[in-house]
């Protein structure tokens, strides 16, 4: 018995979910999107699954073409808005290459006292990098390691912006010193 399109579909994101949510994280500048831009990106392979999807022979390939014409997209309105309005949206990064070795427990720490929307409004409050580094360490589980190939980084660099940016969350969450 041939499955149904909706029992194909929820096989292939059970799948590639991960991947996909990693490669449009690494490339996309503003994590408020990312969302958005995976949504749409499974939209489109709903469709395109509907209609024919007898040529489709790698659907992880398939995917990340379909999420770099989403954030095409996302970039081609972005650089719109920004010549509208003449704006400068980048941040730049002011980055310590050496950081002891701390063991940080952000959900014993932080979660105790506040719930996860103010944690997470916390993390988009920061800068970009810190964003990536932060959901990509938590949500996906990935190594420091892991973390900086993927983001073309030194370890030492994203330890740091990990630990600053905890830091400075705990601090904005908690109040006060964030070491206590």
């Known amino acids: 018995m041939k499955e149904s399109i909706n029992e194909q579909f929820n096989k292939i994101y059970d799948s590639t979910y991960?991947?996909?949510l990693k490669f449009v994280i690494s490339r996309c500048d503003n994590l408020s999107y990312v969302e958005e831009i995976v949504q749409d990106t499974y939209l489109?392979?709903?469709?395109?699954?509907?209609?024919d999807n007898s040529y489709i022979n790698n659907y992880n390939s398939f995917l990340k073409k379909l999420a770099k014409n989403e954030l095409f997209k996302y970039y081609n309105v972005k650089n719109k808005f920004k010549t509208i309005f003449n704006i400068s949206l980048d941040t730049g990064l002011d980055i310590m290459e050496n950081i002891?070795?701390?063991e940080i427990n952000i959900e014993e720490d932080i979660a105790k006292?506040?719930?996860?929307?103010?944690i997470w409004n916390a993390i988009k409050r920061q800068n970009l990098?810190?964003?990536?580094v932060i959901t990509l360490y938590y949500l996906e589980d990935m190594k420091f390691s892991e973390i900086a190939?993927?983001?073309?980084?030194?370890?030492?660099?994203?330890k740091a912006i990990l630990y600053r940016g905890v830091k400075k969350i705990k601090e904005e969450l908690i109040g006060g010193n964030a070491n206590e």
């Not at 006292?113 to 103010?118: C, I, S």
């Not at 990098?129 to 990536?132: A, D, L, S, V």
């Open 113 to 118: 006292d506040y719930d996860l929307e103010n």
């Open 44 to 51: 489109n392979l709903y469709k395109q699954l509907k209609k």
């Open 149 to 158: 190939n993927f983001l073309n980084a030194n370890e030492s660099t994203i």
């Open 100 to 102: 002891e070795d701390v």
């Open 129 to 132: 990098i810190t964003q990536k």
């Open 18 to 20: 991960h991947d996909v």
